[in-house]
Every structure is written in C-alpha cells, then in structure tokens.
C-alpha cells in the first residue's frame, strides 16, 4: 500500500521476550563503567516499543512494557542473553506473536482481548537485572542457600571421680536403710508418749509424770422437726465409768460476748441457721464458753432419733408434773407410760405461758425415767450405737452409777432493751457447779484456764482429788501430774514461769493454804503455765503409795475423751448417731 494513500496501515508491533529485552540492557561495572557485551548485537531496529513477554509462575501478568535505558531504545539492545530462573527450571519460552495481517486498504482490528501492560516494583527489577548481569558475564546465578539442620555435639562426658562420687552416694544411702529401720523400730518401743519425765523413769520414780485424760463431757442438742435447737443437755462423766453428771441448760442463757445480734444461745444458732453444722458447732462453742469447760462432743438428736434411742425399753413409765399436749394426744399430769414414737415430742413441748424453767423439769422427769430404764434393763442392746463414744458411751456409763441432775444456776430477767427474758446465769454457783461435775476439765479456748502441773514431793502417791478441784475451782487445768524431782519436799513449792502468772500462784496458794515458796523460774517447763510440787504441810507424814487406781483413772475413764495430749483446749466433734436431720 502506499504512503501516502488515505489509509496507512500502522506499523505491525512486533511484541518482544523480557529475555530479549534484559539483553540490551548494558551491563555495568562495580565501578559504575560499561562493560563489552559478548552477545552479537540486535539485527534490525524495531518500529515500535515492544511488550516484552514475561517468563513468571502461572497466574501472573505475562507482559511488561520495557522502557527506554541509556538513551537506547529497545531494538539497539543485545538480543541473545539467556537468563536462568534461579529457583525453578524456566519455562519455555513463548514465541513473539504479531499482530494478524488485514487485507490492503482496510485497518487491523483490534485483538478480542488485549493483555494489559504492567509495571515492574523497584525490587523486582533489581533482582532482574542482577540475573542479567550474572547471564552477560557468562554466569550462572547461584541457587538460593539451603538451611541446614543443627546438629548440636554431645555434652562432654562427666569426668571419672565425679561419676565414683555418685556411685558411693548411691551406695551409702541403700546401707542407711537398715540403720534408719532399726532405729525408727527402737523409738517406737521405746517411747515414753505420754510420760514426761526423765527418760526411763518409772512410777515409783522422782521425775515420772504423765498427761491427765480429762473428764469426758459432750451436749446433747435437740432439734425439731424444722432444724431448730429446742434443748441443750450438757453430760459428764465425772465418777469415772459408772455415773456422772447431767446439766440442763435454757436456750435463752445469755452468752458471755454479745454481739451482732447474738445476745443468747438461742440466736447464736439462729444467725447462721443457714449452715446446720456450723451453726451446732456455735451454739456448743457458746455453750462451752458459759460452762467454761470444754466440750469433747455433740451429740444431735431429732425426734426420730429419740424414738430410736429409747425403743429398746420403751414404754418409758414416769411421772408426769404437768399435762402436756401433743400431736398424738394429751399426757396427763401423774403417773404415765409414754411411748418412743412420744418422747422427742414431749421433751420439745412448751404450754402456753410456760417458762422454760418448767420445761426443764419435765425434761429433768424423762431423762431420769429414761437412764433408770436403761439400766434396770440389764439387756447389752438397751442403748443403741457404739459403745466406745457418742450417746452409747454416755448413756451406758450415766445408767451404771449414780447421777446428779442440775439444772443452771441464774434467773431469768427482760433486758433492758426489751425483749424476751433472758436467762443470766450465776457465775459463782456455776463454777461450783461444774467444779463437782467435771472435775479435770478442758479448757473451752486456749487461754481461758490456767494450766497446772501438780507432781508429789513426798512419794510416789496420788495427788489428791480435793487438790485437783481446788485448781478447777480457780478457773485452772491439771493437764499432767506424776513425782517431783525428788521426795524430800517438806513444804509446797509453786513455780511460775511467765510474770504475769504471779498473781494466780498468790490465789492458788492461798487456796491450799500452805506456806511454802512462790518463785519466778525462767527455765521451768513451757508445756504449762504452772508447776506446783505437793509437800509434806499439803500431803503429810504417812506412806505415799499408789493405788490401783490412778489419778488419771478418778478424774476421767481412760480413753473415753480420745487424745490425752489434747488437754489444754478441746475438740469438738458433731455426731448425728440417730435420726439425723
């Protein structure tokens, strides 16, 4: 076609390999200069920029536009540069492909889909020409470095005396153990638990001492049919194993720290009914704090579980003080015979205007009748439940001896504030009465008793009853008793090893009315707040022997209040052995 006709055809754009194109670009020196080029140079110049197709991973844009370098333009380019993909084997390359030819006369018409031009990032084109620098100097480009694995060396072999030193360790601590077995055997033969003299001394011996097993003591705390205390019976077993003592205390007896609502037994449960146990607990600990005894168990009983307990010798006869109404009927007044299934009921009930002292006493009238079946029963089945602990040790022991009944000694009075009647009980009369119920008690907290040692001057005798409850009369514990470190001792000697302690070893010698020496003795014993050694003027002249039964033996049965060591502060144990709640 001519030039100058009307319709020139364009030139036909010839598109051009990026290997083509990285050919002519000039390869540089370190130092900046131009370097020879090996390759021939391009044969004809191209009428057009060329799209320069490239050679990349699939998915990727396959033509750039290739601008002009150093004033060259594309076809004044080296053209037979070959560049190796430096990860991959390149893919072959594609053939430059021209534009279809039109018939004369008529423009080219334009492709159906024509490949967008892209533009390189700075990094790719400094990775490009630096692969087309390595191919114009007849390199290779060198494969991306590999990582190794770390293959660290083995720890140095420990040296020889270190490992002779771990063998003889292992050695010497495999023949200790026959050694430690024979001599954990000897200390268990050997002890002297519960002997607190010196070592190897025997009862007849200056030095011997022993713990006091304290007088067994628990609460029987009643409950209705909604969880609610409804009595408080407070046992001891003060005549060793046959008898004691009961203690019937009001629900409404003023505690000895009021506060937060808590003025009286009663609300000392009720403030925490939400937790039964916790709440048994309180009320027993208030209890022990107004008896100033501890109390080694509580013992719950429901109706149910008074049913079961007086069952074996039901119908229980007695005679009833007062007419009392209930679920199943009216128990007159006089003598009556009352069924298990009864007497929970009965011991719960209040008349209309009644005090509770009354109720006492009628609580008073069944437990007798009831301890006095027991034990004209002679059957081993008439206490149900162990024997050895809970409401069976003490029912057993109460029926097998004498029994004192007592009720707490107070009035009742209106507070102040108003209010219901509270009752406040006499501390005078209450401390005498718990001197002749519990005659070696606990102590209700650490602190609240003053513990005493009292040991023989004399000889190896018993130390008297009377001198034991002298000290319990002085709110004091004899938690250990035994010899003196001799027996020459003509007058009672008292020593103390806190000065605070001077004014009760004054009180407690005026109360033995002796004249012998109170002195301060740093050194003494920290195990009790007290010693007192027994002398002639206290014990006398005559021969001191000890008799089959023990002092251990009056003050408490033996065993029956668990730990003996445990006599500075008590225990107290929840046990629900019938009925439950």
């Known amino acids: 076609m001519a030039a100058g006709g009307a319709g020139a055809a364009p030139a036909v754009t010839k598109r051009e390999s990026l290997r083509e194109a990285l050919a002519r670009i000039p390869d540089l020196d370190r130092d900046g200069a131009e370097a020879p080029v090996d390759a021939p140079a391009a044969a004809a110049a191209a009428p057009a920029p060329a799209a320069v197709a490239l050679d990349v991973a699939p998915g990727a844009v396959d033509t750039v536009a290739v601008p002009e370098v150093d004033g060259r333009s594309a076809s004044e380019a080296p053209a037979d540069v070959s560049v190796e993909?430096?990860?991959?084997?390149?893919?072959?390359?594609?053939?430059?492909?021209?534009?279809?030819?039109?018939?004369?006369?008529?423009?080219?018409?334009?492709?159906?889909?024509?490949?967008?031009?892209?533009?390189?990032?700075?990094?790719?084109?400094?990775?490009?020409?630096?692969?087309?620098?390595?191919?114009?100097?007849?390199?290779?480009t060198p494969p991306p470095p590999r990582r190794g694995r770390r293959h660290p060396s083995p720890p140095p072999r420990p040296?020889?005396?270190?490992?002779?030193?771990?063998?003889?360790?292992?050695?010497?601590?495999?023949?200790?153990?026959?050694?430690?077995?024979?001599?954990?055997?000897?200390?268990?033969?050997?002890?002297?638990?519960?002997?607190?003299?010196?070592?190897?001394?025997?009862?007849?011996?200056?030095?011997?001492?022993?713990?006091?097993?304290?007088?067994?003591?628990?609460?029987?705390?009643?409950?209705?049919?909604?969880?609610?205390p409804v009595a408080l019976t407070f046992l001891s077993l003060s005549n060793g194993t046959e008898g004691g003592s009961v203690i019937f205390v009001p629900l409404d007896t003023a505690v000895t720290q009021p506060g937060f609502g808590v003025d009286r037994l009663r609300t000392s449960y009720t403030a925490v009914a939400d937790d039964p146990v916790g709440a048994t607990n309180q009320i027993a600990s208030q209890t022990a704090k107004v008896l100033n005894v501890g109390i080694d168990e509580v013992i719950v009983l429901d109706d149910r579980g008074w049913s079961q307990l007086v069952a074996p010798v039901s119908p229980i006869a007695f005679d009833n003080p007062e007419p009392v109404d209930l679920a199943s009927g009216t128990v007159p007044s006089g003598p009556v015979s009352m069924e298990a299934d009864q007497v929970g009921p009965y011991l719960a009930a209040r008349r209309d205007g009644e005090s509770e002292q009354a109720a006492l006493y009628r609580q008073q009238a069944m437990w007798k009748a009831w301890l006095a079946a027991v034990a004209a029963s002679g059957r081993p089945d008439a206490v149900p439940g162990e024997t050895g602990t809970g409401i069976g040790l003490f029912a057993r022991t109460l029926a097998a001896g004498p029994v004192d009944y007592d009720n707490l000694p107070g009035e009742f009075n209106t507070p102040a504030d108003g209010g219901l009647p509270r009752f406040e009980p006499d501390a005078g009369a209450v401390s005498e009465l718990v001197v002749h119920a519990v005659p070696a008690p606990d102590s209700p907290f650490p602190g609240a008793r003053t513990t005493v040692r009292v040991l023989n001057g004399v000889g190896p005798g018993d130390i008297p009853a009377e001198v034991i409850r002298d000290i319990s009369s002085l709110n004091g514990s004899v938690t250990v008793v035994g010899n003196g470190p001799s027996f020459d001792y003509r007058e009672t000697a008292i020593v103390y090893r806190d000065a605070s302690r001077k004014d009760y070893a004054l009180l407690l010698k005026a109360r033995l009315g002796i004249e012998g020496e109170v002195r301060l003795d740093p050194t003494a014993s920290d195990t009790v707040d007290l010693t007192v050694i027994l002398g002639r003027d206290v014990l006398g002249d005559g021969p001191q022997t000890r008799s089959s039964s023990s002092t251990t033996t009056l003050l408490g049965a033996p065993g029956a209040s668990g730990d003996a060591g445990s006599s500075t502060s008590s225990t107290t144990s929840t046990t629900e052995p019938l009925g439950g709640m």
């Open 85 to 140: 993909e430096p990860v991959h084997e390149p893919s072959p390359e594609p053939e430059a492909r021209e534009a279809p030819s039109e018939p004369d006369g008529e423009p080219p018409s334009e492709p159906s889909q024509r490949e967008p031009d892209v533009e390189l990032d700075p990094a790719s084109l400094t990775a490009l020409g630096a692969a087309a620098e390595a191919a114009a100097r007849g390199g290779s």
């Open 159 to 228: 040296p020889w005396w270190r490992r002779l030193a771990f063998a003889l360790a292992v050695v010497a601590l495999v023949g200790a153990i026959p050694l430690l077995g024979r001599t954990g055997y000897r200390l268990v033969t050997e002890s002297t638990d519960g002997k607190l003299g010196n070592s190897g001394a025997g009862p007849d011996d200056p030095g011997y001492e022993e713990l006091v097993q304290s007088t067994p003591t628990a609460l029987v705390v009643q409950k209705d049919a909604e969880g609610l």
